[in-house]
């Protein structure tokens, strides 16, 4: 009996998927960068909530857009081309907002980096995706994710070294350069990083069958899974691009429900709801968020650099679990998690006080609030935040994978863009509104992964696609083996 092959781990394919994960990276240092010169921009263009609001969240409106164009521009050059792309207008966005010379011009250059941040944020997930055994795919599409929770703990704490050593955010630092601004050309580093990473990196093996380059196709599956069945594994993929074409000539994204297939609003949704939970207001805002409840700066710069580690630290618990307890289970109890902590955040800060004008938590309440603070981005960070990148690289079939995922991220940069520019003047209006309409969000996300999310734990990319069929598709394909007299096995 001839022995089944399997793809080995091979430290090639880990190795790749890191190097792909990079672009989380940029997200996750771009996303954050601002929060240490949130006050510093507030004070240098005399700013309101709502335009200090649009000077933190314009680079997830950029976002947005490149992440819809990033599928198309993917399917057509491919995984690679996009990531240097978006590298490229990651490094002029650095740049730019460096050196900006007023608020418009930074929200200018912001948005600029956020379509760069778009496009990589689609082909980053797609392309681990498209590069991993099944067998490990739920652990290396989680390293996404842990990029960019380490994006995020590098650019908090590049904020903190900046502010802390030139005595404030607002200082002059080196060259003469205010500080805040140094925060932002700190970003050019990373972008050169990504840029020389795509380079280096191979084309995936999947787009190179569909652009009917097999011998290329075969090149890499054979340095990537030397122990695999690869030429099973060409014809799984030709399988299942010949169908998906067939189902592209009359719109391979339409459907009845609301024009899209049901799995592409399963993945819409799942993406908003890992956003209207709140999350990025902790990375976004937590400095000027704790400085408007008594900690100094150099204190609130603190606790954010070590919410940022808490963040990487307990994504490892998810990578260690997403393969081998499953997709769902992970995102309930995270869900939970969010909502009792998120809900004890809403009653701390209903107990705030004004001192001489400011605000304070009283007694137990500011630790308390920290404490419920960090236990959110603990269950956020061990759940919704690598899991759902995960689903989003595995749920779509395979054509219409990175359009879908495009769509799916673009929804994803909307919410996070609604969160972050609604949070300054919901915030101003009531704290403790806006942490229990958080809260009510991570309630939902519950009864959401419920009802609606399949399980893809141990599934290939293929199987994967035919856990939410069409509605009666099995009496329709009955009705039609029927019509053509095949005996239906039971």
């Known amino acids: 009996m001839k022995q089944k092959l399997q793809p080995s781990t091979n430290g090639k394919v880990i190795a790749l998927a890191v190097a792909g994960a990079f672009g989380g990276f940029l997200f996750g240092f771009d996303a954050s960068v601002i929060n240490g010169a949130v006050n510093a921009i507030q004070d240098e263009y005399s700013l309101n909530a709502t335009l200090t609001g649009l000077a933190v969240a314009s680079a997830l409106l950029g976002a947005a857009g490149g992440a819809y164009l990033g599928g198309s521009v993917g399917d057509r050059f491919g995984r690679i081309p996009v990531m240097l792309l978006g590298s490229i207008m990651f490094f ?7 050196f900006a010379f007023g608020v418009f011009d ?4 912001r948005i600029v980096g ?15 995706a498209e590069i991993s055994p099944r067998q490990l795919r739920g652990r290396l599409g989680s390293l996404q994710q842990l990029a960019i929770t380490i994006g995020i703990f590098s650019a908090l704490l590049s904020d903190a070294v900046f502010a802390n050593t030139a005595g404030g955010a607002s200082e002059p630092s080196l060259f003469g350069l205010d500080a805040w601004r140094w925060m932002f ?29 097999e011998d290329e196709a075969r090149t890499v599956f054979a340095k990537l899974w030397p122990n695999g069945d690869v030429d099973r594994e060409i014809r799984d993929i030709k399988t299942s691009i010949a169908v998906d074409k067939r189902a592209a000539r009359s719109g391979s994204l339409r459907g009845k429900a609301l024009g899209l297939r049901p799995i592409v609003w399963v993945g819409i949704i799942l993406s908003v709801f890992q956003q209207f939970v709140g999350i990025n207001v902790i990375f976004f805002y937590s400095t000027t968020l704790w400085k408007a409840v008594g900690f100094e700066e150099s204190s609130s710069l603190t606790i954010s650099v070590f919410t940022g580690l808490t963040n990487i630290l307990v994504t490892f618990v998810a990578i260690a679990l997403v393969d081998r307890i499953g997709r769902r289970p992970i995102l309930m109890t995270g869900s939970v998690g969010m909502t009792l902590s998120l809900a004890t955040m809403a ?19 500011g630790p308390i609030a920290l404490v419920a603070a960090n236990v959110f981005v603990i269950f956020f960070g061990a759940s919704w935040g690598p899991v759902v990148w995960v689903l989003l690289g595995e749920i779509f079939p395979n054509t219409i994978r990175v359009k879908a995922l495009g769509i799916a991220a673009a929804a994803q940069w909307v919410a996070n863009f609604l969160v972050a520019v609604t949070f300054p003047p919901l915030a101003a209006l009531s704290l403790p509104l806006t ?5 009510v969000f991570a309630a939902l996300s519950f009864v959401f992964v419920l009802t609606k999310i399949p399980e893809t ?34």
Do not use: H
Not at 192 to 197: D, E, G, L, S, T
């Open 106 to 109: 930074l929200v200018l250059w």
């Open 114 to 128: 956020g379509l760069g941040i778009g496009l990589a944020s689609v082909v980053a997930p797609a392309y681990i």
């Open 92 to 98: 002029i966005s650095s740049v730019g907002s460096a």
């Open 347 to 365: 009653i701390a800060f209903s107990q705030a006080v004004t001192v001489n004008g400011e605000l304070s938590l009283p007694g137990a309440w």
């Open 435 to 439: 942490y229990g309409m958080y809260a």
């Open 457 to 490: 734990n141990g599934m290939s990319l293929d199987e994967a696609n035919t856990l939410l069929p069409p509605k009666n598709a099995a009496k329709k394909a009955a009705a039609r083996l029927a019509a053509e007299k095949v005996p239906v096995r039971v």
């Open 185 to 213: 050309l700190a970003c050019a580093l990373p972008a050169a990083v990504y840029f020389v990473i795509a380079r280096l990196l191979p084309e995936s093996p999947r787009f190179l069958v569909l652009k009917e380059r």
